[in-house]
């Protein structure tokens, strides 16, 4: 088993400085830890490339030495937020993952509601060992990516428990338009709405006011929950099915939202978020990559 000898840290703190540096720690983390000053980004830390192991077998223990850095720091996340063995979602950060060219949005190895160091440990295992399987390489292959000398980071981030997921695009990603923001959402965890098993509520909001142009309530059947040791889908209760999973107020305050970071990081972007009570949580944030040019705007005057 490698050794983990670099000069590099193997672990940053989201929001520290040196974690936004996309060669150490993948656009994922960078962004998020660059927002974390600004906006409700769950707590965390990233294991760096620096400490990945390509060649790490996947079920064997990690390297002692990693080991002990991620439960110091897991054991620091869990104190800061009063929590013992608090809940966590562990997600892959590839260096070349959410920039201008590739986003890998749903290519990596996400998992939820993680608790205990053990768990924690056997989660970046298995993200590291999904950097090599045969959908993400098909991917690297398609957007020409290095397939070969692929190097990863790995998001460790307190888990919000959310009432409400949602998807919000800063611009159409069906038509292109520019001027709109679509907002999609459902009930419980995201990975119902961003994995596509659920048909989620969808709002297109006129940019320029924030005024819904468009409402659809989608057929809410299935909703991820939080379980010991993970998340399961779950039939929604018949009451909330076809009732809408976000009021006006909230699609407004995600549309500003979106328009907001469109405008910090210059470009459209695609961002996951969740509601917990009444508090807006931005779980990621990433440049969409799928939008044709500036001449697909279309001016709304209506």
Same mark, same amino acid.
């Given at each position: 088993m490698r050794s983990i000898t670099s000069t590099r840290p193997t672990i940053l703190q989201l929001g520290d400085p040196a974690c936004s540096d996309p060669k150490q720690v993948g656009g994922k983390a960078v962004n998020l830890s660059l927002l974390a000053a600004g906006y409700r980004v769950p707590s965390g830390f990233c294991l760096t490339a620096a400490a990945y192991d390509p060649a790490h077998v996947p079920g064997a223990p990690l390297a002692a030495v990693l080991t002990t850095q991620v439960a110091e720091a897991y054991q620091a996340l869990s104190l800061d937020l009063g929590v013992p063995d608090v809940p966590v979602a562990v997600?892959?950060? $590839? /260096?070349?993952? !959410? &920039? !201008? /060219? $590739?986003? +890998?949005? &749903?290519?990596h190895e996400t998992e939820l509601n993680l608790e205990g160091i053990d768990a924690v440990l056997g989660a970046? =295992? #298995?993200?590291? $060992?999904? $950097? #090599?399987?045969e959908r993400v390489l098909a991917y690297r292959e398609q957007q020409g990516l290095e397939i070969e000398e692929v190097r990863l980071a790995v998001l460790v981030q307190q888990l919000i428990l959310a009432d409400t997921s949602a998807?919000? +695009?800063? =611009?159409?990603p069906i038509t292109g338009n520019r001027d709109e923001v679509v907002v999609t959402a459902s009930w419980g965890l995201g990975e119902s709405v961003v994995s596509g098993t659920v048909t989620p509520d969808t709002w297109v909001v006129r940019k320029a006011d924030l005024a819904v142009k468009e409402e659809r309530i989608g057929a809410k059947d299935r909703m991820t929950v939080a379980v010991p040791g993970g998340t399961r889908e779950v039939a929604v209760p018949r009451i909330l099915r076809e009732r809408a999973s976000l009021n006006r107020a909230q699609v407004a305050e995600l549309a500003e939202l979106a328009v907001g970071l469109e405008a910090e990081m210059g470009r459209p972007v695609d961002i996951e978020t969740a509601f917990a009570g009444k508090l807006l949580y931005l779980l990621q944030c990433r440049p969409i990559t799928t939008l044709g040019g500036p001449d697909t705007t279309i001016s709304d005057t209506t």
């Open positions: 997600r892959s950060s $590839a /260096l070349d993952e !959410d &920039g !201008d /060219l $590739a986003s +890998f949005a &749903g290519q970046v =295992a #298995r993200c590291w $060992a999904s $950097a #090599r399987n998807v919000v +695009f800063s =611009a159409n």
